[in-house]
């Protein structure tokens, strides 16, 4: 897989996104405490307000950028976004009120929704080999889940010595740091599209979505890992420490796993896909989803005490592993249902669609969760993951599961 690194632009540009997405991670953990010493016992109502900006953001803005920037080159459209989340992240240690830090995320944020579908547009014509690029999609899986893994226990390490304003600088350094690798990079040249109207620029991968087969079943595998996405990062501080009454430090415990799922599956995935057609790999994923949803629920309703804890760690890892499955491959389906001309807007699309869907999950999770009890939003969520596995099924049978766009 590290062989793919040998591509000096593809190493750069992957540099960036590492350092980019450690940066990040600091920021999450001074956001929240800026968030407790603005608002303290509301601290839970501002980063929630906050969290749903920056879904709305991605859904909304994505587009949007995609389509104002479609005819400029990509490389001045990454360095401008990280610059400007860079610029954001300086004046957050300066807010005061609740208000500034909802404006200042909605700015970052839409300058992510920005860069991120356009950074990951440019990756297929870096590399051409469907193999090498196969290679690409497993470390940057492993990526994010180093990132979810090490951010906190290196924001940990740094608040013994620093206040947590500083945390902001290493978000700036890692934001222009990630600009200069971009900057440094030799991205190949990519024709612009002809000039067409804006509303057609700002449709046309939501067209594309539903026009191609295996993009409509996409949005249904979208669906599925939404649910148990919701279940993870919502309510695994409920169950670890309101169900199980475990210390904190077991929360991080619950999310290693599963991000240690993930990154097991990131890291066998180009044997596998050698083996087996991306649908085969991306529904068998799917499907197990809501199986460990209502796994789970059996767990919080059946069982108890040291038992309990770790079957739900071992099905927190396996939800990780299963959600691997589905989201690795996925950009080969952009990549395979697209054009250099159409990919940033297919890019963009996958990204706002896919956001779409946390914004629907998310609520149920935290609201039907705290209304009904674990069990219950589980089983539910188990629900709307069939539902979403029935849509991917139908839309994307399996004599489709091959189709190159050329």
Known sequence: MLSVLRHRTYAQLFSAQVIAL??????????????FDIAAGDAGIVLGLAMTIKMIAYVVVSPIATALTARLPRKPVLIAADLIRAAVAVALPFVSEAWQIYVLIFLLQSASATFTPTFQAVIPSVLPDEEEYTQALSLSRLAYD?????????????????????????????????????AASRLPHIPAPPVTPFLDRLTRGTRIFWAERELRGLLGLNLVVATSTAMVIINTVVLVQGLLERPQPDVALMLGAYGGGSMVVALLMTRLLARRPDRTVMVAGATALPVMLLATAAAIHWTDGTAQCIILLALWFAAGAATSAVLTPSARLLRRNSTEGTRPAVFAAQFSLSHACFLVTYP????????????????????????????????????????TVR
């Open 22 to 35: 450690l940066g990040t991670g600091l920021l999450t953990v001074a956001l929240g405490l800026l968030a």
């Open 146 to 182: 180093l990132e979810s893994l090490l951010s906190p226990l290196i924001a940990a390490a740094l608040l013994t010595v620093i206040s947590y304003h500083n945390l902001f600088v290493g978000t700036v350094v890692g934001f222009i740091v990630s600009a200069v690798l971009v």
């Open 364 to 403: 149920l999770a935290g609201t039907l969760g705290a209304a009904l009890g674990l069990a219950p939003v589980a089983v539910i969520l188990a629900g709307l993951a069939v539902v979403g596995l029935v849509l991917a099924l139908v839309s994307w049978p399996s004599a489709h599961s091959v189709r």
